[in-house]
């Protein structure tokens, strides 16, 4: 993807400016219990990571923390006569079952699912032929390396597709109020010799408000002049 930058980037690498991301991804599930899931995801998702994950049940949202315990590439899908786009499957640890949205959970499971039970040492584990959807939402905090009126660039776990929309928060230093904007991927580079893997992101802003941006132009102009080419 090529980059089109309109605004000066101005270096703000180790002035402890940091940003907020939120993504979120529609995956399949594959198997539940009230101890975690398998899913399946054209994303990689990382080992470790912790995401929020949202079902829809009687008319209302059911989330619940979980952890990826478990991730590998199982195949591809082609979605034109010359692309094709990876599938992964991963499995899921729920993180706070033993709340109000354990139960509500439970009740999810009881409810949708009752097509195939098998005993397994965690407890029930319910399988579907027809997999149900449930969306992931994952917060991460990035370091901001360069900063412009019109976006950053952030370094990050995740490879992020172009064009992907996600929610962002700006964390300015000296404790200011944070910056708020829906904003999208205008490029994604892996940074070599990393392990584990991190990458480079371009974010442009799409919708901040006035007064956000006021603040922004006004941080921007303390800035000292050095800007970035990269």
């Known amino acids: 993807m090529i980059e089109k930058r309109t605004h000066p980037r101005h270096i703000v690498a180790g002035m402890g400016i940091h940003a907020k991301t939120l993504f979120n991804v529609e995956v399949e599930i594959l198997d539940i219990s009230t101890s975690g899931a398998s ?55 729920f993180s706070d079952m033993l709340t109000d949205k354990g139960e509500q959970l439970r009740e999810f499971i009881a409810v949708k699912i009752k097509e195939l039970r098998e005993r397994r040492l965690s407890g029930v584990r319910i399988k579907s032929d027809d997999p149900g959807k449930l969306v992931l939402s994952h917060l991460e905090t990035c370091v901001v390396k360069d900063l412009s009126f019109g976006g950053v660039r952030i370094e990050t776990r995740e490879e992020l597709s172009g064009e992907a929309a996600f929610q962002l928060e700006i964390l300015l230093p000296e404790n200011e109020a944070p910056l708020h904007s829906a904003a999208r991927v205008a490029f994604c580079r892996q940074i070599p010799e990393e392990t584990p893997q991190r990458y480079t992101v371009g974010v442009e802003f799409n919708d901040m408000s006035d007064e956000d941006r006021a603040r922004l132009k006004q941080f921007i102009e303390t800035l000292p002049g050095k800007t970035s080419e990269s």
């Open 39 to 93: 899913i399946r995801s054209t994303k990689r998702l990382e080992i470790g990571s912790e995401y929020l994950f949202k079902v829809e049940h009687k008319d209302s949202i059911i989330s619940v923390k979980g952890v990826i315990v478990w991730a590998t590439l199982t195949g591809s899908s082609r979605i034109s006569e010359r692309e094709t786009i990876p599938i992964y499957t991963a499995g899921v640890a």
